[in-house]
């Protein structure tokens, strides 16, 4: 996917997610003849603007959609882009979710939906392009993307180190952290999560206040990330 490739967002709940956050982002809309009450409303819209929507057989969605997990409904829509990160950052709520070089596009749409599911309303993307927004980030978000300010935290240590002291700058590690109950609760959080192989990155961690680590059995090293963040994200807030 390139810069310039329209978002493809599939399945019931994102496009009610993408209508309801970037409606006039919506450049045409497919559904199956199941999906038609469904899309009666979104169909009402387009129309108003003389943008195209169009019932079609479940053969030609999957191929409309790049994927036979549709969801019987997908709203083509404008590129979304991530934004600068301002100097006067002003965080809503209690945690702040930073991803460090997450690749894998199923755990950004995991994370996406587990983190606007515990109330975050933005998230810091560093390590990650415009690759990461993929189609089946979105599909796996429920929605989740679509309620996020996507920021771009390059270089991210030095982005860490500004958003102290207003913030307490904390970092999953595997081993070594603290409990999540010894955490402080006096600032928002901003929690950073790394890649999946490889863990957050050196430079990252030493940027951070805090280390956090959950205690586990032994019997495995370690949670993946989007399921890390969910019991994180559930024990912070």
Do not use: W
């Amino acid at each position: 996917m390139s810069f310039t490739d329209p978002d493809r967002i599939c399945g019931a709940p994102a496009v009610a997610a993408l209508f309801a956050c970037r409606p006039a982002a919506v450049l045409r809309l497919f559904y199956v003849p199941e999906q038609r009450f469904r899309a009666g409303p979104y169909c009402a819209l387009l129309a108003k603007s003389r943008r195209p929507y169009r019932e079609v057989p479940p053969e030609e969605m999957t191929r409309i959609a790049g994927t036979p997990h549709h969801g019987g409904i997908v709203g083509i829509a404008e590129p979304r882009s991530l934004m600068a990160l301002p100097d006067n950052l002003a965080i809503t709520g209690t945690l702040l979710p930073v991803l460090d070089g997450v690749g894998n596009p199923h755990n950004l749409g995991a994370l996406a939906r587990t983190a606007a599911f515990f109330g975050a309303r933005a998230m810091l993307l560093g390590g990650m392009g415009r690759a990461g927004l993929s189609d089946a980030a979105y599909r796996v978000s429920e929605g989740g993307l679509e309620h996020l300010t996507l920021y771009r935290a390059d270089p991210l240590a030095s982005v860490l180190r500004g958003l102290a002291p207003r913030m307490l700058t904390v970092v999953a590690v595997a081993a070594g952290g603290v409990a999540p109950a010894a955490v402080p609760r006096d600032r928002p959080i901003a929690l950073v999560l790394g890649n999946e192989e490889t863990g957050p990155a050196p430079d990252t961690i030493a940027a951070c206040e805090m280390r956090v680590t959950l205690p586990g059995s032994g019997l495995v090293e370690s949670l993946n990330v989007s399921a890390a963040a969910a019991v994180l994200f559930h024990a912070l807030t």
